[in-house]
C-alpha cells in the first residue's frame, strides 16, 4: 500500500481515495481525512504518534480495514466498535492494556493485538461470529474468555509469548481451527534439540545479498568455507522482537528440534560468534528450479493462500506435493512439534511434485505427557492440511476420460473431506493420510 502524504490530503488531490496510508509523526487525527468519508475503505496510520481516535470515527461509514500499529495508544479505542462495516483491525505493538467490550466492531473477522500489554480479553468477543483470524502474540494473557468458544469460524489463532498455564479444552472443539501458535507460555515445553547440530563461525560465512526477510528474520545467500570446500547455503539471521507468530528464538529452536527429512528444508548448522551476538541458522540453499506453491493470504481472503492465476498441476504432481507436505507434518508430529503455519505459502515445490516445507515462525511443541492433547492439537493440523488439499484439487488436472483418474480424484476429495470435518476427533492423523496418498501413486 503506497505512503500519501499529509500535504496531497489537505490539498484535496486524495479526492476519492479508497485507500489512505499517512506515516509523518502525526499526534492528532488529521480532520481532512473526512473529507473521503464516502469511498474510503483502507485507513493505515500505523508508524505515528497517535493515542486517540476522534469520537465521529464512524462517519467513515465505508472503513473495512483500519491499521494502527506502532503508535502509543494504551487502550483500544472504543470508538471503532460503533463502525458498522469494519472487519479487519490492527493495533500491533502499542502500548495496550485495556481492550474494552465496546471496542469490538460487529462485522470484526480479523483482530490484530500482537505484541502490547493486555492482560484480559473481555467475554463479548464471543459476539463476534464473524472472527475468522485472531492474533495475540507477545501480550499479558492468563486465560482466554470461554465465550470465545461461540466463534465457530476462527480459523487461525496466535497466543504465543504470553502467561497461559494450559489450553482451554474449547480450543480442541473449534470446528474450523486450522493453525495455531501457543510457544512461549508456561504450558509449552521448550526441549532443547536432541540431535546433534554443528556450529558454523561467522567467520567462516561470506554474505552475498539478501534473498527474501519475513517477520522473525532475514534470510541471505551466503558461501561456506571451510578447509576442504566451499559451497553455497542460506543463512537466516533472526531479529529479537516478538513477531505476529511468536519469539524467534523458538522458531529456531523447533527448527533444530526437527531433524532431517527429505521434505524439509535441511538444517546445516547453528551460527555462532557473531559480532553483535545475532542468533541464526544455516540452511542448505535452494537453487531457483524450486518456487514457492503460493502466496500468503491477502486482506480480502483473510485465512486462504493467494495462488498464480495460471497455476495447474498434473494429478500425479498433486498427489506428491500432499504426500511430501504429509510426510513431513507426521515426522514433526513424531518429534513433538506442532509446525503451526501449514499453508501454501510456506512451502517450495520443484520438478515432479518435489516439496519442501518451511519456516518454522508459528511452532509449538506438543505435550508429552497429554496423549489426548496431543492428538488433539495434531487433528487442528490435519485441518490445515485439508485447506491445502483442497487448494491442490482445484488447480489439478488430471485424464479425466481415464478410469483410474477419476477413482483417485474422488480418493482425494473423499481424503479431504475427512481432513475437514467439523467434529475434530474424527479427522485422521498423518500416519493415516500418508497411506492414503501413498497408496494413490503405487496404484
Given at each position: ?245 511468536g519469539l524467534p528464538l523458538h522458531e529456531m529452536n523447533a527448527c533444530l528440534t526437527a531433524g532431517t527429512h527429505p521434505h524439509l528444508i535441511p538444517v546445516l548448522g547453528q551460527l555462532t560468534a557473531h559480532p553483535e551476538d ?166
Amino acid at each position: 500500500m503506497p505512503l500519501n502524504t499529509l500535504e496531497d490530503l489537505r490539498a484535496g488531490k486524495l479526492a476519492g481515495s479508497r485507500r489512505l496510508k499517512l506515516a509523518c509523526g502525526l499526534t492528532a487525527f488529521p480532520r481532512e481525512i473526512f473529507d473521503l468519508a464516502e469511498t474510503l475503505e483502507i485507513l493505515d496510520l500505523s508508524g505515528n504518534a497517535l493515542s486517540s481516535l476522534p469520537d465521529d470515527l464512524p462517519r467513515l461509514n465505508k472503513l473495512r480495514i483500519l491499521f494502527c500499529s506502532n503508535n502509543p495508544f494504551t487502550e483500544l479505542p472504543a470508538v471503532i466498535g460503533q463502525c458498522l462495516q469494519l472487519e479487519m483491525v490492527g493495533f500491533k505493538s502499542n502500548r495496550i492494556e485495556q481492550v474494552p467490550a465496546a471496542a469490538l466492531p460487529p462485522q470484526l473477522r480479523w483482530l490484530i493485538l500482537t505484541d502490547n500489554r493486555i492482560t484480559e480479553l473481555p467475554a463479548e468477543i464471543g459476539r463476534c461470529s464473524r472472527l475468522q483470524k485472531l492474533m495475540l502474540a507477545g501480550n499479558q494473557l492468563h486465560s482466554l474468555p470461554a465465550t470465545l468458544a461461540d466463534c465457530t469460524g476462527l480459523e487461525l489463532v496466535r497466543i504465543a509469548a504470553n502467561r497461559l498455564p494450559a489450553l482451554p479444552n474449547w480450543l480442541f472443539t473449534l470446528p474450523r481451527l486450522a493453525w495455531l501458535a501457543f510457544a512461549g507460555n508456561p504450558l509449552d515445553d521448550q526441549r532443547l534439540p536432541t540431535a546433534h547440530v554443528r556450529s558454523i563461525p561467522w567467520a567462516d560465512l561470506h554474505l552475498s545479498h539478501a534473498l527474501g526477510e519475513g517477520a522473525s528474520g532475514v534470510i541471505h545467500q551466503a558461501t561456506w568455507r571451510t578447509a576442504e570446500s566451499a559451497q553455497p547455503v542460506a543463512l537466516k539471521l533472526f531479529k529479537g522482537a516478538v513477531t505476529s507468530d511468536g519469539l524467534p528464538l523458538h522458531e529456531m529452536n523447533a527448527c533444530l528440534t526437527a531433524g532431517t527429512h527429505p521434505h524439509l528444508i535441511p538444517v546445516l548448522g547453528q551460527l555462532t560468534a557473531h559480532p553483535e551476538d545475532a542468533h541464526g541458522l544455516v540452511m542448505a540453499f535452494i537453487d531457483s528450479r524450486y518456487r514457492s506453491l503460493a502466496g500468503p493470504p491477502s486482506l480480502a481472503s483473510c485465512t486462504r493462500d493467494i495462488y498464480p492465476a495460471e497455476s495447474t498441476f498434473h494429478l500425479d504432481d498433486a498427489i506428491r506435493i500432499a504426500l511430501g507436505i504429509a510426510s513431513a507434518a507426521e515426522h514433526l508430529h513424531a518429534r513433538g512439534i506442532l509446525h503451526g503455519d501449514l499453508y501454501g505459502h510456506n512451502i517450495l515445490h520443484g520438478d515432479e511434485g518435489h516439496a519442501l516445507l518451511g519456516d518454522f515462525g508459528a511452532a509449538s511443541f506438543l505435550p508429552p505427557d497429554n496423549p489426548l492433547v496431543a492428538m488433539a492439537l495434531q487433528r487442528i493440523e490435519v485441518r490445515a492440511f485439508a485447506c491445502l488439499l483442497e487448494e491442490l484439487l482445484a488447480f489439478a488436472v488430471s485424464d479425466s476420460d481415464m478410469p483410474l483418474s477419476q477413482a483417485r480424484m474422488h480418493t482425494l476429495q473423499a481424503l479431504q473431506a475427512d481432513c475437514a470435518r467439523e467434529d475434530v476427533v474424527a479427522r485422521p492423523l498423518f500416519a493415516d493420510i500418508v497411506a492414503v496418498l501413498g497408496g494413490l501413486l503405487r496404484d
